[in-house]
């Protein structure tokens, strides 16, 4: 530690040096002739204590101590008068602007001592102080970062698992949908083939009685039971209406081999890593064929999607998560509305400064202000408890600016609307790759 004794007495400044050096180990002794070279000092090197002399000329030790307190020096710095005065409104004037004791003249070496000894004393338990505050501080960030990694880290090991026992789920939905729709249509595609070769040899026989019943004696027994038939069954109406049967199972089976398309397209669980080019209006068509039933129920679904928008290099499956994560939300948000408006629901897409945006905006409950910038935080959730874990949003913002440095954003208006929107670099995610 070092002490600083200022005093314009060469004999004083000696006498106590001595004193210090023969009572006190461990410490530095600085010497100063006057208050304007003790301002020099401590404003070059570190001081614990300084011993100050009131009465010296140029600047006195009052000036010393109203300068230091300008510059805030007794942050780090304990001061001691030294001085003969007995004014006891000078002593208490220089407390006020700093100093924390005083020591008389003449040198009295036990009094001296004792109080420059307890003066490093206190700037010792001082300096241990501080530095243990710095030391917690310093643990305390460490703490808060290692806390904020874990919670990272569980968010991410909570995504993946979340979404690869979804994506595992809907493949195998897929897949094995896949099976025997295949069987199906192959064998439909025969029964066609089957019908038509059916139809045109019934019409070949029908055209070969009107020629040959004039001629043929056993065409008037043939004649007999193509009339009873007819009287049994329209002909005609059947093929007309196995016709309309054929177009219809067409349309149902092109129907459910585009939802079981869309459904392994949609999840692709073998690609949870990998980015490749993305079309987002795909993602979001695909989305709405499989919600179509959900939706249904609960609002109008309006579709506005920009199709000059690029395609850009992302992790599709992850960004599909994201667009149904939103579209749950929109759907549960207007379910708290409990009936008393049709929900509606629109999502858009279009190209912004370097960017391909989505908004999906509802018509539902909405957000209060005072949740409103915690809806993003991992495991909140405003859902009474057991309804929901608070992690879809969260993995969304996850997904959507941290692995595609993109942002996702809220607006909204408490009982009136939500809007959330989502903004995809179009050439800095391809950079990344």
Known sequence: MKVLVVDDSRIIRQMAMDVIREKITDVD??????????????????????????????????????????????DNLKVIMFTSLSDK???????????????????????????????????????DLSESIEQ???????LLELNSRIQETQLQLVQKEQMASVGQLAAGVAHEINNPLGFIISNFDVMKDYFRIYDTYIRAMEDVYVATKEYIPESSQIASKVNELKLETDLSFI????????????????????IVESLRLFSKVDQFEE?????????????????KNEVKYIADLEVDLDEKIPQIYAIGYQINQTLLNMLMNALDSIKLVKNERRGFIKITTYQDDGYIVCTMRDNGLGIPDEILSNVFNPFFTSKPIGDSVGLGLSISYDI??????????????????????????????????
Do not use: W
Not at 241 to 255: A, F, Q, V
Not at 275 to 291: A, F, H, R, W
Not at 405 to 429: C, D, K
């Open 29 to 74: 002794i600085l010497l100063a002739d006057s208050g304007e070279e003790a301002l020099s000092i401590i404003s070059e090197q570190d001081v614990d204590l300084m011993i100050l002399d009131i009465i010296m000329p140029g600047l006195s030790g009052m000036d010393v101590l109203v300068e230091m307190k300008e510059l805030n020096y007794f």
């Open 400 to 433: 959507v600016v941290n692995k595609h440095s993109g942002t996702l954003e809220v607006n909204s208006q408490y009982g009136e609307y939500a809007e959330f929107i989502m903004r995809l670099p179009i050439e800095s995610a391809k950079r990344s790759i």
């Open 136 to 142: 917690m501080k310093k643990q305390n960030l460490e």
């Open 275 to 291: 980015y490749e080019e993305y079309n987002l209006n795909n993602g979001i068509e695909k989305m709405v064929v499989l919600t």
């Open 89 to 127: 409104s000078s002593m208490h004037e220089c407390f006020q602007l700093g100093a924390t004791d005083y020591i008389g003249k003449p040198i009295d070496p036990d009094e001296f001592s004792a109080r420059v000894q307890n003066g490093l004393n206190q700037q010792k338990l001082k300096k």
């Open 239 to 258: 093929r007309e209406d196995l016709t309309e049967l054929y177009l219809d199972t067409d349309d149902g089976l092109s129907r459910v081999r585009k």
